[in-house]
């Protein structure tokens, strides 16, 4: 079967992520140019990084498609939106050189808001928990999930409706009854008052209200209505995910996870069940190594030199974090499980990125399964934390291969130790792996199937 890469007449496709995010996403988004490029899940807290001849793009909120002309963008209800931070992603894209506006930009009515309660909620959280704190960044996206799924916060239909600022006022003070709330926590889990500084004030909330309204009211559409009456047409829509499967709080690496679903399941909370029957083809992007950013187990960590050569050639440092992410071996039973959690099934393909970054280490680490109370597992039957917590890695050494990869275009003339690599995970992996990156920028990669 020719690969989705080389061959897409019509349908969606989805492009994810097996591992903890991070992958090179917005890279393989960007090898297409569908007519629609759709967002499913997260906020601004994650992002992607695209190298074009314009330079370097940080993208948030806006789909990694906005790259491509030809392509209409949409932001499915499941992003939760800062307005402010939106804002000004669109306008520092158009100042780079990439248009944005209406004409090809459209954000659901039904997204919630990500407003400043939930940062201070966010703070008030990490406080409670004392030296336990996870380190969040205080960005308020999982606050926000929260209250969509406890039916409260504020949408985007609250902020356009004629009552809009009486609905503002009403939600500004359940929210200070929820952050009083979350005060005495922290005096209840710590012993000590709460330290937080910052207050919520009424004005500042009817100000961003106002400037969202101003600003992002002719972005505002039932994307559902878009997205189902092309797929009725058998256009090429692309399903974007923010996360990976050790991210999706029912499958992933609980409770180290977001608090929503990824993958198909982020498709199916964007864009119900109809985008998910359109799917005719799920891309998984991995990386050649495994790397996770933030806390939790991560069975191949590799703290001694491995780890440090990856981190410094792959440059990996979360893009909206700026926090060093941990490094390892590529993890065959973790990344199978994920592909089996994400659907990827074996007419589904592999984006393997990053395998430049591997060059010059001589015998490279590979996971092939988990020693766990005395017994070999191939493939992972969990991979909840506490039982990643007490699994060891099975690793074999692969040869390396001192060539630069960055201007091979052809499988065929990728050094014999490289094609070996990639023989060997897609062997293990039982699924093809028909994309290869070779280098930062965008076009920097291999097709191959
Ligand atoms: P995403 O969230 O999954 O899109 O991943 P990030 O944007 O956090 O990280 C992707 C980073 O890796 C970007 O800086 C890309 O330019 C870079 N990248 C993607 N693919 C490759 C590749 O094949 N080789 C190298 N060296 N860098 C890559």
Avoid at 396 to 408: A, F, H, M, Q, R
Wanted: aromatic fraction near 8%; glycine fraction near 12%; proline fraction near 4%.
């Amino acid at each position: 079967m020719t690969s989705v890469f080389k061959s897409w007449t019509k349908g969606s496709i989805l492009i994810t992520d097996a591992g903890w995010g991070d992958s090179g996403k917005g890279k393989v988004v960007s090898a297409f140019s569908p007519k629609i490029g759709a967002k499913i899940i997260g906020g601004h807290n994650a992002g992607h990084t695209i190298v074009t001849d314009k330079g370097e793009f940080g993208l948030g909120l806006v789909p990694s498609t906005i790259i491509s002309p030809k392509t209409f963008n949409i932001i499915g209800q499941e992003v939760v939106i800062n307005p402010l931070f939106l804002i000004e992603e669109i306008k520092s894209l158009n100042k780079g050189g990439i248009a944005v506006s209406p004409k090809n930009l459209m954000i659901d009515l039904r997204s919630h808001l990500v407003t400043p309660w939930h940062s201070i909620r966010d703070a008030l959280s990490e406080e409670a928990r004392g030296k336990a704190a996870i380190g969040s960044l205080h960005l308020g996206v999982g606050w926000t999930f929260s209250d969509r799924i406890n039916r409260r916060g504020l949408r985007f239909t609250d902020l356009f409706a004629k009552d809009w600022k009486a609905r503002v006022k009403k939600e500004f003070k359940n929210q200070l009854g929820v952050i009083d709330d979350a005060k005495l926590e922290v005096k209840r889990k710590t012993g000590k008052k709460s330290k937080l500084e910052r207050k919520l004030k009424l004005s500042e909330i009817i100000k961003i209200a106002s400037q969202t309204r101003r600003f992002l009211a002719p972005f505002i559409g039932n994307t559902l209505e878009v997205v189902w009456k092309e797929i009725d047409m058998g256009s090429k829509i692309l399903f974007e995910d923010s996360h990976g499967a050790m991210l999706d709080v029912s499958h992933g690496s609980w409770p180290f996870t977001t608090g929503v679903n990824t993958g198909v399941g982020a498709v199916q909370r964007s864009f119900g069940g109809k985008a998910v029957r359109s799917l005719v083809r799920i891309i998984t992007a991995s990386k050649a190594y495994q790397t996770r950013v933030g806390g939790g187990p991560m069975p191949t960590e590799d703290f001694g030199e491995f780890g440090k050569y990856v981190r410094t050639k792959g440059g990996e440092v979360g893009t909206r974090s700026g926090r060093a992410r941990r490094c390892g071996a590529f993890d065959i039973p973790l990344v199978s499980y994920g592909l089996n959690a994400i659907g990827a099934g074996k007419v589904d393909e592999i984006a393997l990125t990053k395998l430049d970054v591997l060059t010059g280490w001589p015998k490279i680490p590979v996971c092939v399964g988990y020693l766990y109370k005395g017994k070999l597992y191939k493939e992972t039957p969990r991979v909840d934390a506490l039982f990643l917590s007490q699994v060891k890695p099975k690793l074999v050494y692969l040869p390396g291969w001192k060539e630069d990869l960055t201007k091979i275009r052809k499988f065929k003339n990728l050094p014999k130790a490289a094609q070996n690599y990639v023989l060997y995970l897609e062997k293990h992996l039982g699924r093809r792996i028909t994309f290869i990156g070779v280098g930062k920028h965008k076009d920097s990669y291999i097709l191959n199937g």
